[in-house]
């Protein structure tokens, strides 16, 4: 059951992750290595809402702690409990927006 709702936060966080807007002022300056401003650091779960039954799960009511780390080096890191837990490399692309028809930049 625990690792059921662990999969459910996780793709509640993808959710979250996938919806976000460009902001006109960056909050990290720093660029990677294709120049490109980035989402470089580590971020901190705090709260889930939403799908279809319309709970929100934070880190008080699931017992766990979750965070997320974008490293300079273009790798993704999932810590949870302040253990890493998951570790990949990831890559920011341009394509065209299946919403508008436009192309989505960074």
């Known amino acids: 059951m625990n690792k059921a709702i662990l ?5 509640l966080m993808a959710i979250v992750l996938a919806s976000c807007a460009k902001s006109e002022s960056p909050i990290n300056d720093s660029t ?10 580590k971020w901190t779960w705090v ?3 939403g799908g279809f039954a319309g709970v929100m799960i ?3 009511s699931s017992g766990h702690t ?4 974008f490293a ?3 790798i993704f890191n ?13 890559v920011f692309q341009e394509k065209d927006s299946i919403i508008q028809y436009t192309t989505l930049g960074l």
């Open 7 to 11: 999969y459910f936060i996780v793709l």
């Open 32 to 41: 990677n290595s294709t120049g490109l401003i980035g989402i470089n650091g």
């Open 47 to 49: 709260s889930s809402s």
């Open 58 to 60: 934070t880190p008080e």
């Open 66 to 69: 979750m965070e997320i780390e």
């Open 72 to 74: 300079p080096e273009n």
């Open 78 to 90: 999932k810590y949870v409990d302040g253990k890493k837990v998951f570790t990949s490399p990831y």
